[in-house]
């Protein structure tokens, strides 16, 4: 019984994880921009097949993961300097449907030159996995978890001491006013993309060796870690973390509990229910005050 529960915890630790990352990438664009960003999905795609293309080209597999890391952090910065800025006058509805046309784009790119096969990467230890509590814990989880932490805190720690980050916020309070102080809003908003798509990266390669990656799998990743941003509050960090956390515990538990046919419709229904009950989100004042 307790063996179950804490198989169940850990998976739903893991994939909380992941969605916690995807859900800061969309935080930090909608902060920034007002703009949700429906390609951020294509940016983990990239960074789990950018580093097994890499790895098999011959890099060994750090220097194929910083490798795949710059890829998508420069298709960041290229989505936001050739689609958004241009139509940054443009209203919200354009400017989602503009991403929601990157994220195509991209996937045709990945899969003209990638292929539509599936890929996987090597663990990160030697030892797969742990017994704990009688259930069974993936090494490679605990690499997922202490590597979205350190995210996490290094996101934090940027913001907070960072000229550069604290320009990002300042761009997000208010870009008349932080033109006027004389920050490079435009340049800003770029460095926001990136950093937004490394995040998404850095959740796709951590999670390919036990999930496996292709050019189509950021959809519907993409969509969870909207889903879980949606939970927290859109514009919220700690909302985005949390939401992660409780959409990845919630599928895990209705995949163990109940059937796992219905893992993937788990995040949907929750959505619903966040619409209905609570359309800010859980720390979503601070969103509902700029919108």
Same mark, same amino acid.
């Given at each position: 019984m307790f063996s179950e529960f804490f198989q169940f915890t850990f998976s739903g630790i893991t994939l909380g994880a992941i969605y916690a990352l995807v859900a800061l990438g969309f935080t930090l664009i909608y902060n920034a921009s007002h703009v949700i960003n429906f390609a951020q999905g294509e940016f983990l795609m990239i960074?789990?097949?950018?580093?097994?293309? =890499?790895? #098999? /080209?011959?890099?060994?597999?750090?220097?194929?993961?910083?490798? @795949?890391? /710059?890829?998508?952090?420069?298709?960041?910065? $290229? =989505?936001?300097? !050739?689609?958004?800025?241009?139509?940054?006058?443009?209203?919200?509805?354009? =400017?989602?449907?503009?991403?929601?046309?990157?994220?195509?784009?991209?996937?045709? !790119?990945?899969?003209?030159?990638?292929?539509? *096969?599936?890929?996987?990467l090597p663990r990160f230890s030697a030892t797969e996995s742990l017994s704990i509590g009688g259930a069974t814990l993936?090494?490679?989880? $605990?690499?997922?978890?202490?590597?979205?932490?350190?995210?996490?805190?290094?996101? @934090?720690?940027?913001?907070s001491r960072s000229k550069l980050g604290k320009a990002i916020l300042a761009t997000s309070m208010n870009k008349d006013a932080a033109?006027? /102080?004389?920050?490079?809003?435009?340049?800003?908003?770029?460095?926001?993309?990136?950093?937004?798509? !490394?995040?998404?990266?850095?959740?796709g390669l951590i999670v390919t060796p036990i999930t496996f990656t292709a050019y189509d799998v950021g959809i519907m990743l993409g969509l969870k870690?909207?889903? /879980?941003? @949606?939970? #927290?509050? =859109?514009?919220?960090?700690?909302?985005?973390?949390?939401?992660? !956390?409780?959409?990845?515990?919630? *599928?895990?538990?209705?995949?163990?509990?109940?059937?796992?046919?219905?893992?993937?419709?788990?995040?949907?229904?929750?959505?619903?229910?966040i619409l209905f009950f609570l359309p800010n989100g859980l720390f979503g004042s601070r969103a509902a005050e700029r919108v």
């Amino acid at each position: 019984m307790f063996s179950e529960f804490f198989q169940f915890t850990f998976s739903g630790i893991t994939l909380g994880a992941i969605y916690a990352l995807v859900a800061l990438g969309f935080t930090l664009i909608y902060n920034a921009s007002h703009v949700i960003n429906f390609a951020q999905g294509e940016f983990l795609m990239i960074g789990g097949m950018g580093t097994v293309v =890499l790895v #098999g /080209a011959g890099l060994p597999l750090p220097a194929a993961m910083v490798g @795949a890391l /710059a890829l998508a952090t420069v298709a960041g910065i $290229l =989505l936001h300097r !050739l689609a958004i800025a241009p139509a940054r006058d443009a209203d919200v509805v354009t =400017l989602i449907i503009i991403t929601i046309g990157a994220s195509i784009f991209l996937r045709g !790119l990945a899969q003209f030159f990638w292929g539509k *096969e599936y890929h996987a990467l090597p663990r990160f230890s030697a030892t797969e996995s742990l017994s704990i509590g009688g259930a069974t814990l993936l090494t490679q989880s $605990l690499w997922i978890l202490g590597i979205a932490v350190v995210l996490v805190v290094a996101l @934090a720690v940027f913001f907070s001491r960072s000229k550069l980050g604290k320009a990002i916020l300042a761009t997000s309070m208010n870009k008349d006013a932080a033109r006027l /102080a004389g920050i490079k809003t435009q340049v800003i908003l770029g460095v926001a993309f990136g950093i937004s798509a !490394l995040l998404g990266a850095a959740a796709g390669l951590i999670v390919t060796p036990i999930t496996f990656t292709a050019y189509d799998v950021g959809i519907m990743l993409g969509l969870k870690g909207f889903v /879980a941003a @949606a939970i #927290g509050g =859109l514009g919220s960090s700690t909302g985005a973390v949390v939401g992660g !956390l409780l959409l990845g515990l919630s *599928e895990a538990y209705t995949a163990g509990y109940i059937s796992s046919d219905y893992k993937d419709a788990v995040p949907f229904v929750i959505i619903l229910a966040i619409l209905f009950f609570l359309p800010n989100g859980l720390f979503g004042s601070r969103a509902a005050e700029r919108v």
